[in-house]
């Protein structure tokens, strides 16, 4: 283990932490002013008071679906799954609306149709490997992680130029996929050890997690990675009008 790296009366204004862990990281004595953390955060203590649980209630008023996606009810993981979809068809609709600004991108984060393929890619691991067991090749427009082995493994082709209709065309077919899907689970599946393939294909930690668990997931990416796609198209759009 590395020991932990001490910053005493440094300039950090503007830094930027990007896919670090910093947990249990301490900033004493500190000026945070229009600070930005977005991540996964818990157990936050900030000037002694433990902010996390606000958060969370805030995103969930916010996003109410974000409580369906929680939910161990049928009824409600569906919900979820169709509030996912529509959120996504009313982007899209709207990227529409401003030809070529599904490959612009903001502040070093993906583009549109990058967020889009790598939602591809997340369906075919998460979902068709890990809740089916299915052993088939990725869908070669998607985009994975960037760690190797796994950025351009298993079926992935890095030289693709998908347009926006094509990528389309494949999240709409994995989103029928999935409803389907969820229309004839039980319960009881859903609570089953995932029946992840043992291979060293994406992802390496599944194992041993629950159907529900790979499932909960596939909700939260396709949850996430929207909102990533909006922040940034509204980012793009304010550049534009000024």
Known sequence: MRSMTRYVDEDLQGAEFRECDLTGAR???VVM????IDGLVTNLVVNGVEVTGYVEAELDRRHPVRVLIRSGDLADLREASRQLHAGWAAT????RRTP????RSVNDEWSAVQTMRHLVFVHDSWFRRCCLG???LFTPMGVGPTVEPYRGAHGLDLSLDPSLDEIVSVRDA????????????TAVRLAARAPVPDDDVWPP???????RQCLSTVLNETFE???FCVRDLDLIEAQDTQ
Request: aromatic share 4%; charged share 30%; glycine share 10%.
């Open 205 to 211: 930690y599944a194992r041993g997690r629950s159907v």
């Open 174 to 185: 994995q989103t029928a996929e999935l409803e389907a899907w969820l229309d004839e689970v």
């Open 33 to 36: 002013q229009d600070a930005v």
């Open 225 to 227: 990675h929207h909102g």
């Open 27 to 29: 900033l004493i004595g």
């Open 134 to 136: 299915s052993t088939e």
């Open 100 to 103: 070529g600004i599904e490959r």
């Open 92 to 95: 899209i609709e709207r990227i």
